[in-house]
């Protein structure tokens, strides 16, 4: 997400739908509804192969978060 001082995406994987938020900050103000360029199909893939790869290690993760903070270090937490 080019432009903006750090993002927070948040995903919720169910059987046969996926909700996601996108948080991202500029100048200390938030907004959700932030232009981007994903391909919401490529992306849903994705999480789709995280989700089974998870399963297959025995990690029945319900959701998770991916951030990020210009300067700093990308933070994933998984929810169970």
Excluded: H, P, Q
């Excluded at 080019?2 to 938020?21: I, K």
């Excluded at 200390?28 to 994903?38: I, L, Y």
């Excluded at 391909?39 to 951030?67: D, P, Q, T, V």
């Amino acid at each position: 997400v080019l432009g903006y001082d750090s993002f927070c995406c948040e995903v919720e994987v169910g059987e046969g739908y996926m909700e996601s938020v996108l948080t991202v900050e500029k100048d200390g103000v938030e907004v959700t509804d932030a232009d981007t360029d994903f391909n919401s199909s490529k992306l849903y893939r994705l999480i789709k192969e995280l989700k089974a790869e998870g399963k297959a290690r025995g990690e029945e993760w319900l959701s998770f978060s991916i951030s990020y903070r210009r300067e700093g270090e990308v933070k994933t937490k998984f929810n169970y």
